[in-house]
């Protein structure tokens, strides 16, 4: 049996150096002890080297646990290191890949309990300011549970480089000054010397921000162990917090709903005089208004808000659209998603201004399934069409157009109260009562449609619909 | 007498304490560079009070004086909770204090509505574009949007917070209508679209490669229900949920269970809502999003819709639908071992990985799970099988041992 003495702070060098030498001697991870606690032996050539080991290419996910599993406080961590080497230079590659091996297991915990600490380091550190020699630092004492101090330093470096800081702990400092990082020997506890934002600030909102009324010290002590709270302040307070708030919770649920403060009435009156408040309004804004607060069918509860229709108050032309989509309800506005994107450049092509014109939609609130993280349209039921035609009627009346251009069917459902196939009625003038519709697709068709000539077609068509539209009323 | 800091950050943090989200995690990573702060992305909780729940940003009001009189809230204009009211320089000084000090990963700053929600949003930003370009301060900044404030306000906000977020407080319109009656369900929905939309035209690539000078709420935005403060159901609450996680890209929807203030109100429940409640919800929520249950599904299993606060609803869903298991942990898909009580997804992340180095037999799962206790009636191995385990009525006794609530959110 070889025996290898390697330090307690052993760095991956070192370690690496002691691998190699028993990896290129061919010595099984059973004929080696790796002892901690003694100094590093220089490798006296006791055997000649058997096999080359120049190149020895371990595997990434061996490479990035090593320097975490050095650091770790259990003496078998070498062994451990040393067997899993072992393994991949005798072809299994893969050893790492397999949670299931009690190797890889075990250095996947190991190294999960260094990244923890490191955590709880950065975590549970607290700076107490210090002058010391006329300059500001920040002292801090802290109990790791491994040697990971290296590990943990960029953390402090990224964060607080522009401040002077000095972490002591049993197994050594890491300190930062004048923007040069430096590692030392252990140092002794600092003595307490208080920091009022510490010792007054920090430790009145821990007891501010905690409530009573939901205790769990398990749920506590389990996330911030107890070998941490000697180095924390607010900790002190935890005894008297737990033991208070039964009577704390006692004493809210027998209070007495209390009388208001004098300020509540006034501020009450103040809310009611704003609400009230409102200038002169245009008749479509009035109407704008009553159709966002329309609770007429329930689609107003899942979408965000109405979207009523927008454009000249005198259009001649008004295009009425099935129901906002996705991008119409978050914005407020109709036609300005995909479909909206289409049916702009159109109107362009057909020489159409569209803010001559009046857009609006059958029905004025989005109907949608959630499905993850996106909203799928969902068509409007012929109810909640008819019930949506109240406002329909009133933008109508309000703006007289003389052509109404429906979007496809649910838009000529919402205007007739009758379902037409838009098909047979396409591009076709109808007299309705005080004005004329002109039947086309609506342009989400024209997005739906796969193939790509086709869906020029299409456009073209919807183009041409477009300019009858414009030329009939020229004509009219 | 004027309060001093001391008593203002006692009455603001306190007054605070029921948003129930503290997290710093997600979004973009800094350094400090040549300012103070950094965000490492996942996020570190700096303590834990005795209710379980992570301090990580200094969480509190800029001010609790409010006109508005939302019956659940301790700081509603008719209860008589002292009031106070922090100056910009406080809460920036505050901030960069504890900040030093290692204490807090940044700022969660929120606000009663003192005089009208324009002002009140304008002093939030304030804060944060002080704490941003006057000191240079690069860790963690979560802002609350005021319901109604304007849109260029809102925008702005993103341009200096880590993360936004708008409580949406009610699972439902009418619940928000008769507690809160001053706030408007419509108002709090737009806010929430505006900071979507935002937040996706700042994710998208931008044109000619160049990288944007600020990405809008890298963090993104969230939002809070009050659980038990009104009649809603677990159901209500959950079909509210996915309605928001599909509308608004919200990171999280939090559910908070209402407890008693100290302030009472004659129409609210005297009683706190049970936290088994709010766990319970959490844990149908998570199926819902990582473990490919549907809300249908989910459904089934909420007999008048709430959920059974004696067992978990994924370990529910299993003991009423037996005949989907024993489930093969050699041979079964990610989505069928993602059924399976006491199994996370990490446990079948583990699994896959395994199975594909060889057979895997009860002492390899056990190694990869953890605990078999609840694992052990659902699965199938080379060297196990449950038999009549599995139809056993007595499965779920033996399944719910008491246990002690411990959730680590």
Same mark, same amino acid.
């Not at chain 2, 993360?163 to 319109?173: F, G, I, Q, T, Y």
């Not at chain 2, 009423?320 to 024993?326: A, K, L, Q, V």
């Given at each position: 049996m070889?025996?290898?003495?390697?330090?307690?702070?052993?760095s %991956?060098?070192?370690?690496r150096?002691?691998?190699r030498?028993c990896l290129? &001697?061919?010595? @099984?991870?059973?004929?080696?002890?790796f002892?901690?606690g003694g100094?590093?032996?220089l490798?006296?050539?006791?055997?000649?080297e058997?096999?080359?080991v120049a190149?020895?290419?371990?595997?990434?996910?061996?490479a990035?646990?090593?320097?975490k599993?050095v650091c770790?406080?259990?003496?078998?961590r070498f062994?451990?290191?040393y067997r899993?080497?072992?393994r991949?230079?005798?072809?299994e590659?893969?050893?790492?890949?397999?949670?299931?091996?009690?190797?890889?297991?075990?250095a996947?915990r190991?190294?999960k309990?260094?990244d923890k600490?490191?955590? &709880?380091?950065?975590?549970?550190v607290r700076?107490a300011?210090?002058?010391?020699d006329?300059?500001?630092?920040?002292v801090?004492w802290?109990?790791?549970?491994?040697r990971?101090?290296?590990?943990?330093a960029?953390?402090?470096v990224?964060?607080f480089s522009?401040?002077?800081?000095?972490?002591?702990?049993?197994?050594?400092?890491?300190?930062?000054q004048?923007?040069?990082?430096a590692f030392?020997?252990p @140092?002794?506890?600092p003595?307490?010397a208080g920091?009022?934002v510490?010792?007054?600030?920090?430790?009145a909102?821990?007891?501010?921000t905690?409530?009573?009324?939901?205790l769990?010290? /398990?749920?506590?002590?389990?996330?911030?162990?107890k070998r941490?709270? @000697?180095t924390m302040?607010?900790t002190?307070?935890?005894?008297?917090?737990?033991?208070?708030a039964?009577a704390?919770?006692a004493?809210?649920e027998?209070?007495a709903p209390?009388?208001p403060p004098?300020?509540a009435e006034r501020l @009450?009156?103040r809310?009611a005089s704003i609400?009230a408040q409102?200038g002169?309004?245009?008749?479509l804004d009035?109407?704008?208004?009553?159709?966002?607060?329309?609770r007429?069918c329930p689609?107003?509860?899942p979408?965000?808000q109405?979207?009523?229709?927008e454009?000249?108050?005198e259009?001649?032309?008004?295009f %009425?659209?099935?129901?906002?989509g996705?991008q119409e309800?978050?914005?407020?506005r109709?036609?300005v998603?995909?479909?909206?994107?289409?049916f702009e450049?159109?109107?362009?092509?057909?020489g159409?201004a569209?803010?001559?014109?009046y857009?609006?939609n059958?029905?004025?609130?989005?109907?949608?399934?959630?499905?993850? /993280?996106r909203?799928v349209?969902?068509?409007?039921?012929g109810?909640?069409?008819?019930?949506?035609?109240?406002?329909?009627?009133?933008e109508i009346?309000?703006?007289?157009p003389?052509?109404v251009?429906?979007l496809?069917a649910t838009a000529?459902l919402g205007?007739?109260?009758?379902?037409v196939?838009v098909?047979?009625a396409r591009?076709?003038v109808?007299a309705a009562?005080s004005?004329s519709?002109?039947?086309?697709?609506?342009p989400?068709?024209?997005l739906?449609l796969?193939?790509?000539e086709?869906a020029?077609?299409?456009?073209?068509?919807?183009v041409?619909d477009l300019r /009858?539209? &414009?030329?009939?009323?020229e004509?009219? | 007498?004027?309060?001093n800091l $001391?008593q203002k950050l006692e009455i603001?943090?306190d007054?605070?304490?029921y948003?129930?989200?503290?997290?710093s995690?997600?979004g973009e990573?800094?350094? =400090?560079?040549k300012?103070?702060?950094s965000?490492?992305?996942q996020?570190?909780?700096?303590?834990?009070t005795?209710?379980?729940r992570?301090?990580?940003?200094l969480?509190?009001?800029?001010?609790?004086?409010?006109i508005?009189?939302c019956v659940?809230?301790?700081?509603?204009?008719s209860?008589n909770a002292p009031r106070?009211?922090?100056?910009?320089e406080?809460?920036? #000084?505050l901030?960069?204090?504890?900040?030093r000090?290692?204490?807090i990963e940044?700022?969660?700053?929120s606000s009663?509505?003192?005089r009208s929600a324009?002002?009140?949003?304008?002093?939030l930003?304030?804060? =944060?574009?002080a704490l941003?370009e006057e000191h240079?301060f690069r860790?963690?900044?979560?802002?609350?949007?005021?319901?109604?404030?304007?849109?260029e306000?809102?925008?702005?906000a993103?341009?200096y917070?880590d993360?936004?977020?708008?409580?949406?407080?009610?699972?439902?319109?009418a619940a928000l209508e008769?507690l809160?009656?001053?706030?408007?369900?419509?108002?709090?929905?737009r806010?929430?679209?505006?900071?979507r939309?935002r937040?996706?035209e700042?994710?998208a690539p931008?044109?000619?490669?160049?990288a944007?000078?600020?990405r809008?709420?890298?963090a993104?935005?969230s939002? #809070?229900?009050?659980?038990? =403060?009104?009649?809603s159901?677990?159901?209500d609450? $959950?079909? +509210?949920?996915?309605?928001?996680?599909?509308?608004y =890209?919200?990171?999280r929807v939090?559910?908070?269970a209402f407890s008693?203030?100290?302030?009472?109100s004659a129409?609210?429940p005297?009683e706190p809502?049970?936290l088994?409640r709010e766990?319970?919800?959490? #844990?149908?929520d998570?199926l819902l999003?990582f473990y490919?249950?549907?809300?249908?599904?989910v459904e089934?299993?909420?007999p008048?819709?709430?959920l059974?606060? +004696?067992?978990?609803p994924?370990l529910?869903?299993?003991l009423?639908?037996?005949?989907?298991?024993?489930v093969d942990v050699?041979?079964?898909?990610?989505?069928l071992l993602?059924r399976?009580?006491g199994l996370g997804v990490k446990?079948?992340?583990?699994?896959?990985?395994?199975?594909?180095?060889g +057979?895997l037999?009860?002492?390899?799962?056990a190694r990869l799970?953890?605990?078999?206790?609840?694992?052990r009636?659902f699965?199938l191995t080379?060297d196990w099988q449950?038999?009549?385990?599995?139809e056993?009525?007595?499965?779920r006794q033996?399944?719910?041992?008491p246990q002690q609530?411990s959730?680590g959110?």
């Open positions: 070889l025996s290898i003495p390697l330090g307690e702070d052993c %991956v060098e070192e370690f150096a002691a691998a030498h290129a &001697r061919g010595i @099984a991870p059973e004929d080696v002890h002892s901690v100094t590093l032996p490798f006296a050539e006791e055997a000649p058997r096999v080359s190149n020895v290419r371990v595997p990434r996910g061996y990035n646990l090593v320097p599993i770790h406080s259990e003496a078998d062994a451990l290191l899993l080497l072992w991949i230079h005798r072809g590659r893969h050893v790492l890949d397999n949670p299931a091996d009690p190797d890889a297991a075990k996947q190991y190294a309990a260094v600490d490191i955590y &709880r380091m950065q975590a549970y700076f300011e210090r002058e010391i006329g300059a500001r630092i920040f801090a802290h109990e790791p549970q491994h990971m101090l290296r590990l943990a960029p953390f402090f990224d964060r522009n401040m002077d800081w000095l972490i002591a702990t049993p197994i050594g400092t890491i300190a930062w004048g923007g040069v990082l030392g020997p @140092a002794a506890r003595a307490e920091d009022t510490l010792d007054e600030l920090w430790t909102y821990f007891r501010a905690f409530n009573p009324a939901r769990r010290v /398990k749920a506590m002590v389990a996330q911030m162990p941490h709270w @000697a302040p607010e002190a307070l935890i005894p008297d917090m737990v033991r208070a039964g704390r919770v004493e809210m027998t209070t209390e009388t004098r300020f @009450a009156e809310m609400s409102s002169e309004l245009l008749p009035v109407l704008r208004e009553e159709i966002q607060s329309c007429l689609l107003h509860g979408a965000t109405a979207v009523p229709g454009g000249a108050p259009a001649e032309i008004m %009425v659209g099935e129901q906002p996705d309800d978050l914005a407020g109709p036609f998603g995909p479909a909206g994107q289409v450049r159109a109107l362009l092509e057909a159409i569209r803010q001559k014109t857009v609006t059958a029905v004025k609130h989005f109907k949608f399934e959630p499905r993850g /993280k909203r349209h969902m068509k409007p039921s109810g909640e069409v008819s019930k949506c035609r109240f406002w329909l009627d009133r009346s309000a703006v007289k003389k052509l251009v429906a496809g000529m205007l007739t109260g009758r379902p196939p098909t047979k591009g076709q109808i009562d004005f519709i002109l039947v086309t697709v609506h989400s068709y024209l739906r796969p193939e790509k086709r020029e077609a299409e456009y073209e068509r919807f041409e /009858k539209a &414009r030329d009939w009323c004509a009219a | 007498m004027p309060l $001391l603001l943090a007054a605070a304490k948003d129930a989200s503290c997290v995690s997600g990573k800094r350094k =400090a560079e300012g103070i702060g965000v490492t992305g996020g570190i909780c700096h303590a834990f005795p209710d379980g992570c301090v990580s940003l969480k509190i009001l800029l001010t609790n004086f409010c508005y009189d659940y809230c301790v700081s509603r204009r209860s106070a009211r922090f100056k910009v406080e809460v920036v #000084q901030t960069l204090d504890l900040y000090r290692n204490c940044g700022l969660f700053l009663g509505i003192a324009d002002e009140t949003m304008a002093d930003v304030r804060v =944060a574009k941003r240079g860790g963690y900044i979560h802002l609350k949007t005021i319901p109604g404030a304007s849109p306000l809102l925008d702005e993103g341009l917070a993360r936004l977020s708008m409580n949406v407080e009610m699972p439902a319109e008769k809160a009656p001053e706030k408007s369900a419509t108002e709090i929905k806010g929430l679209a505006r900071a939309s937040i996706e700042g994710s931008s044109r000619g490669g160049k944007r000078l600020r809008f709420a890298p993104g935005q939002t #809070q229900i009050v659980v038990g =403060a009104d009649s159901t677990d159901l609450i $959950l079909r +509210s949920s996915a309605r928001l996680y599909a509308s =890209a919200l990171q939090y559910y908070s008693p203030t100290g302030h009472p129409v609210l005297a809502t049970p088994i766990h319970r919800l959490y #844990q149908t998570w999003r490919g249950f549907s809300l249908p599904e089934e299993a909420l008048g819709g709430m059974d606060l +004696s067992i978990d994924k529910a869903w299993a009423s639908h037996r005949d989907f298991f024993p050699n041979k079964a898909s990610r989505e993602l399976v009580p446990a079948v992340d583990r699994i896959i990985a395994a199975r594909r180095h +057979s037999r009860l002492a390899e799962l799970t953890g605990s078999l206790k609840r694992v009636p699965v080379p449950p038999g009549s385990l599995l056993q009525p007595r499965l033996r399944l719910v041992a609530l959730l959110l």
